[in-house]
């Protein structure tokens, strides 16, 4: 009964925050139907009310459940300690298609984005999202952040979109394919771009959050103020309760999930 009220209310969510965000809403929502009957979707572009435009993936059976959690219901920014201010530093690792990257970048006006997207279709609208809405202050890179600098394997499923993107397989049922993508490490990139602070760093990026984390030196974690992050738990070594014991040991205090027994959840770290 509880679950059964839970879809209820989350639908709709969907439904008002769709039309209090989208000028193209009727696309939306009748791409949420689809999605629920297991059929393809139609929508191309997300027309935002403020003038915003995200061009997606066609076919897409999961972007308006990624729009959701950024945008209706602001899953990484929505605590009040995890505002985003108009000066802030922000790294956002998992880019994806954009829509926090310039969500975050409209927000940090005076401050700047740097984007880390590895998937090469995923980049591809990336680059164009940024671009087509003319967003001067963000950095992007066709890169992974991961434990170290170099060339990596990535996988990823396709069922009419990319799905299941990720350094390590997550489905087990799908075919999986893969691609090669270049990869830096948290340390490298703060000395690259001669970072001294990153006020938020969100991290959505599919199990890899462990290795870029607790492979990090002291000196680069002691510059991030705040981390809003999915984790996953796809391998056997990955120890969500670890990584908040880890994160702990580093001088954050957390917002933890009130359980770690599922495979995926939300952390929020911060100084």
């Keep these: 009964m509880n679950k059964a009220i839970k879809k209820i209310k989350g639908l709709f969510n969907y439904l008002i925050g769709g039309y209090s965000t989208l000028s193209n809403w009727p696309s939306f929502i009748t791409d949420l139907i689809r999605v629920q009957f297991g059929l393809k979707t139609k929508c191309i572009v997300y027309n935002l009310r403020d003038g915003t435009k995200f ?70 609208l990336l680059e164009k999202n940024i671009e087509q809405n003319k967003i001067k202050n963000v950095k992007y890179y066709n890169k ?39 990869s830096i490490s948290l340390n490298d990139f703060f000395q690259q771009e001669q970072l001294k602070i990153c006020n938020f760093m969100k991290i959505d990026c599919e199990g890899a959050e462990y290795s870029i984390l607790m492979n990090s030196d002291p000196s680069t974690l002691s510059k991030i103020q705040k981390i809003a992050m999915e984790w996953h738990r796809f391998t056997e070594e990955h120890d969500p309760k670890s990584l908040a014991i880890f994160l702990k040991d580093h001088g954050f205090k957390l917002i933890e999930p009130p359980s770690y027994d599922e495979i995926a959840g939300l952390l929020y770290a911060y100084r």
């Design 55 to 124: 061009n997606v993936h066609k076919d897409s059976k999961g972007l308006n459940h990624v729009f959701y959690t950024v945008f209706l219901k602001g899953e990484y920014d929505e605590l009040e300690k995890f505002s985003i201010k108009n000066d802030d530093i922000i790294v956002d690792v998992g880019a994806h298609l954009g829509f926090f990257t310039i969500k975050a970048a409209k927000k940090a006006i005076n401050g700047r984005v740097y984007a880390f997207e590895p998937f090469s279709m995923h980049y591809k």
């Design 144 to 182: 992974a952040i991961f434990d170290k600098t170099g060339e990596l394997s990535f996988y990823y499923t396709k069922e009419g979109d990319p799905s299941d993107t990720s350094l390590f397989k997550i489905s087990q049922v799908k075919k999986s394919f893969e691609e090669k993508i270049k």
